[in-house]
């Protein structure tokens, strides 16, 4: 039998697509992964006219964020960068930071955690957090 026969046999290009699924299944996995984000004040005055932006999720606005704070759970993307903006109430300061996040994190390494924006005052972290079945966290800093 001729090589060329076998490559453009049906059943070779049925085999070679079966042998691709897993791969291709994996590529698919890695863009979108359910997760959630949160946003929290941390500190000990209020931060007013907070605005962040993870990627997919547009821009959301927090008129006020006190003692708490607000998040989302979807399936979604890792996005290149967050960003974020706020005043501190107490001098009426406005910061505004850009994070860096996919350089950071693997969209399996964040599948089923919470991406956790944490502002106190003028400063801003961000922590991937890992709830383990005893209630506690597992956090690393990623800014």
Same mark, same amino acid.
């Given at each position: 039998?001729?090589?060329?026969?076998?490559?453009?046999?049906?059943?070779?290009?049925?085999?070679?697509?079966?042998?691709?699924?897993?791969?291709?299944?994996?590529?698919?996995?890695?863009?979108?992964?359910?997760?959630?984000?949160?946003?929290?004040?941390?500190?000990?005055?209020?931060?007013?006219?907070?605005?962040?932006?993870?990627?997919?999720?547009?821009?959301? @606005?927090? $008129? %006020?964020?006190?003692?708490?704070?607000?998040?989302?759970? #979807?399936?979604? +993307? /890792?996005?290149?960068?967050?960003?974020?903006?706020?005043?501190?109430?107490?001098?009426?300061?406005?910061?505004?930071?850009?994070? @860096?996040? $996919? %350089?950071?994190?693997?969209?399996?390494?964040?599948?089923? #955690?919470?991406? +956790? /924006?944490?502002?106190?005052?003028?400063?801003?972290?961000?922590?991937?957090?890992?709830?383990?079945?005893?209630?506690?966290?597992?956090?690393?800093?990623?800014?």
């Amino acid at each position: 039998m001729k090589l060329a026969s076998i490559l453009y046999s049906p059943r070779w290009i049925v085999s070679l697509w079966l042998l691709m699924l897993p791969v291709v299944g994996c590529v698919a996995m890695d863009s979108r992964v359910d997760h959630s984000i949160q946003i929290i004040n941390v500190g000990k005055s209020s931060v007013t006219d907070v605005v962040y932006t993870y990627g997919e999720l547009g821009p959301r @606005p927090i $008129k %006020s964020l006190g003692l708490g704070g607000g998040g989302v759970i #979807k399936i979604m +993307s /890792i996005p290149e960068l967050i960003d974020v903006k706020w005043t501190t109430e107490a001098d009426g300061q406005v910061h505004e930071v850009q994070v @860096p996040l $996919k %350089s950071k994190v693997s969209a399996r390494e964040v599948s089923g #955690k919470t991406v +956790s /924006i944490e502002i106190d005052g003028p400063l801003l972290k961000v922590f991937l957090v890992t709830r383990l079945p005893d209630f506690r966290e597992e956090r690393k800093q990623l800014y």
